[in-house]
């Protein structure tokens, strides 16, 4: 639960948690990390939409986290928890939010004590990149 991200939703904070099962669904609405980044950019009525599936699924994955770990069940949210009578603030808040979990779910923690292969991470320098 440590990469999970809290946005306030209804006035309760939830934590978002972006797993692979999250990532799964991405993939099959929106093709892809990177679709559904581009998806949620701008301030269309589609890309509203879209931030609010994002913070439905990632809350209630956090839900799941939660409730894994021995927590009280809370409610599952659905798509009509998130209203659309929320303010622009609360919006550009909340998709924030989103963004931050879908790059936290990507966030590899790095251990300090780790031993760095310094030879390694010289040819990762060094090397040039595809097609240069």
């Known amino acids: 639960m440590d990469n999970m991200i809290t946005a306030v939703i ?4 939830r934590p978002l948690n972006y797993s692979i099962e999250i990532m799964f669904k991405v993939n099959e609405k929106f093709g892809g990390v990177n679709q559904a980044l581009s998806a949620i950019e ?3 009525l589609e890309s509203v939409q879209n ?3 994002f913070a439905v699924e990632l809350a209630n994955d956090g839900e799941l986290c939660r409730r894994e770990a021995g927590s009280d069940h809370r409610k599952m949210l659905t798509i009509d928890d998130i209203s659309m009578r ?6 550009v808040t909340l998709k924030k939010s989103v963004v931050n979990a879908i790059v ?3 966030r590899r923690e790095v251990d300090s004590s780790e031993e760095v292969d310094l030879g390694l991470a010289e040819l990762h320098e060094k090397k040039a990149p595809a097609g240069a």
């Open 10 to 13: 209804n006035g309760e904070e």
């Open 104 to 106: 936290a779910g990507y």
């Open 86 to 91: 929320m303010t622009p603030l609360e919006y």
């Open 42 to 44: 701008g301030d269309t």
């Open 51 to 53: 931030v609010r599936w």
